[in-house]
């Protein structure tokens, strides 16, 4: 069957990915701290979306950054783990504004994954430039696209 474009939700699905990271800027558990997102089976899709979301309490001119890379592995417990695809390189996502405020974005990647294992997982490494005092929380999420069968709902979840 053909979805048309108003259909395209039909042809995604949505993996559990990180949720809900609180980092404190300079605190040695959190902050420059890389963190493994879940394993998925991407069995029957050819495309992966990363969508890494983040909430920052930043000092005026204080940053965010973000590196994420994707790992894939033959196994659902990562055996054989490896990194693949192209990194997000470490790239400053956000600052603050005067007098301090409150930052929301969003990081995507877009990776291939005809040449991947079957397991994939990201591994992203949030940074606060300011000790002490700025605050962020990271979440991120799965999106699988390219679909061996369509609508991906009639498909195995």
Not at 40 to 57: E, M, P, T
Not at 69 to 77: F, G, I, R, S
């Amino acid at each position: 069957m053909h979805y048309r474009s108003t259909d395209a939700g039909a042809l995604i699905a949505a993996r559990y990915a990180v949720a809900g990271v609180d980092l404190t800027a300079g605190a040695s558990a959190s902050d420059g701290v890389e963190i493994n997102g879940a394993w998925i089976d991407r069995q029957g899709f050819l495309s992966l979306k990363i969508v890494i979301v983040f909430r920052a309490v930043l000092d005026e001119s204080e940053t965010l950054k973000i590196a994420a890379n994707a790992q894939d592995a033959t196994a659902a417990n990562g055996t054989g783990a490896a990194d693949f695809g192209t990194a997000y390189a470490s790239t400053t996502v956000a600052t603050g504004g005067a007098g301090g405020s409150t930052e929301t974005g969003v990081v995507e990647m877009d990776l291939d994954l005809t040449a991947a294992d079957r397991y994939v997982r990201v591994q992203l490494t949030p940074d606060l430039s300011r000790a002490n005092t700025d605050t962020a929380e990271i979440s991120a999420v799965y999106l699988l696209a390219g679909a061996d069968v369509e609508p991906v709902s009639a498909s195995v979840i």
